[in-house]
């Protein structure tokens, strides 16, 4: 499986971005996806994550009521739509994939496939 993560840039404080994680190579129809970030000097963060039934989502504190997490049926890639954005977002977003019949997992460790990422830069 590999993964693309696109649709990071430059924003302003209070903006939103929506960012895309497309898949290919999936041999699965189970499988769930969760976005991390990387900020500089920091470690890998969860921010949110859905299921293999797309109803399922959990979400990073910090991002609760700002983001939200959904995926194509038809397609498959996965979006996170991120609201009120605040500087402390700025980060590399990456999507990763898990396969089977699972629940939304936050540990980084759960997930088998990682995208490159994508920049997402919000100033003040």
């Known amino acids: 499986v590999q993964l693309q993560a696109s649709g990071g840039g430059l924003v302003q404080t209070g903006d939103s971005l929506r960012l895309s994680c497309v898949a290919s190579?999936?041999?699965?129809?189970?499988?769930?996806t969760g976005w991390f970030r990387q900020a500089p000097g920091k470690g890998r963060e969860f921010v949110a994550a859905?299921?293999?039934?797309?109803?399922?989502?959990t979400y990073a504190d910090s991002v609760r009521g700002r983001f939200s997490i959904s995926r194509d049926s038809a397609t498959g890639t996965v979006y996170l739509q991120m609201n009120s954005l605040k500087p402390e977002d700025t980060a590399i977003y990456y999507c990763?994939?898990?396969?089977?019949?699972?629940?939304?997992?936050?540990?980084?460790?759960?997930?088998?496939?990682w995208g490159p990422g994508t920049l997402v830069t919000v100033s003040s």
């Open positions: 990763a994939d898990r396969v089977g019949p699972t629940s939304p997992a936050r540990r980084p460790e759960s997930y088998m496939y």
């Open positions: 190579g999936r041999t699965s129809s189970t499988y769930g």
């Open positions: 859905v299921g293999w039934r797309a109803v399922s989502t």
